[in-house]
């Protein structure tokens, strides 16, 4: 997601010296697989066309989408101003976080001297004295006054809050979300390019085998569209049941049904890409199984890649 991805992308523009991402991923890995007009980080100018419409209707009404607003042909309103935030707060939380880990080095060993000093306790609140006017009088509905009213959303909250909406499912038809760079939100990809990436990654071509290995060892379970998932380093991991024989699956599942994935020991890859998002992902099930019949044969079962169901040939 965002979070990863910009760390990674500040990462690999500080490696190579300041070369934007985009031009990093034209010249290291799209344009030698022949997928440079396929795989893009954004879609800038009159790329806009290229790219479908989202429907994100069947999606569960408490994935919190502002659904009325996505198809009318026009931004809603506030979201223009999203676009530009979340294209700020990007570069801004890369720069806060850099800083305040600068500031946690620098202030360590003051921090650790003052953690290890006895503190005070702390002073009582002053007590209301009985017939004297409350400190904080009754507000309009019985309760608090100031005291108790909310505390407004601080600048970077709104900017947080604004983004959120931007990257959710609601976002991908918006102009602005196609053209800005948001590394782990914003790229476009074929079904085609996505499958040429996988294959050449489980043919070898991209990270050398003991790399590749390590990949697909687990380290960490969470969710995913909240559903469980399991990953390895950078990719979810999944297994293919092929009769007795059971193969390691690299890859990722995205929100309402696009998939793309690899089985490094059968040379596999397979891309399945939608416009039409749903939670139970019924086209790109049948697709799989259509796929895995014809690829592996019939019986396999793909595992842990779309949540808890698998999915069988």
Not at 195 to 211: D, E, I, M, Q, W
Not at 247 to 260: D, E, I, K, N
Request: proline share 8%.
């Amino acid at each position: 997601g965002p979070p990863l991805g910009g760390a990674l992308g500040g990462a690999l523009r500080a490696a190579s010296g300041g070369t934007s991402l985009p031009a990093l991923l034209s010249s290291r890995l799209t344009s030698p697989l022949g997928i440079g007009d396929e795989l893009l980080l954004s879609l800038p100018g009159g790329n806009h066309p290229r790219a479908v419409s989202h429907s994100v209707a069947d999606l569960p009404d408490e994935a919190d989408l502002e659904l009325l607003a996505l198809f009318s042909g026009r931004e809603p309103e506030g979201e223009e101003q999203a676009g530009h935030q979340a294209g700020e707060l990007a570069g801004e939380q890369a720069g806060e976080q850099a800083g305040q880990r600068a500031g946690e080095l620098a202030g360590n060993q003051a921090g650790n001297l003052a953690r290890n000093q006895p503190r005070d306790p702390p002073a009582d609140p002053p007590r209301d004295q009985p017939g004297n006017q409350a400190t904080n009088p009754p507000g309009p509905a019985g309760g608090g006054g100031p005291a108790d009213a909310p505390p407004a959303a601080s600048p970077s909250t709104s900017r947080a809050r604004s983004t959120a909406r931007l990257l959710s499912p609601a976002g991908l038809n918006m102009r602005r979300m196609r053209a800005a760079c948001l590394p782990g939100a914003s790229a476009h990809a074929s079904a085609h390019a996505l499958a040429t990436f996988y294959s050449a990654l489980a043919a070898g071509k991209l990270l050398p085998r003991p790399v590749l290995a390590r990949a697909a060892r687990r380290t960490s379970a969470g969710l995913l569209s909240s559903e469980e998932a399991t990953w390895g380093l950078g990719f979810q991991i999944g297994s293919l049941q092929v009769g007795e024989w059971k193969h390691v699956v690299l890859g990722h599942a995205a929100t309402g049904g696009s998939l793309a994935f690899c089985v490094p020991e059968l040379g596999l890859a397979v891309a399945v890409t939608v416009s039409r998002l749903t939670a139970e992902r019924a086209a790109t099930r049948r697709i799989l199984a259509l796929v895995l019949r014809e690829t592996v044969g019939a019986g396999a079962c793909l595992s842990g890649m779309l949540g808890a169901e698998d999915v069988r040939s």
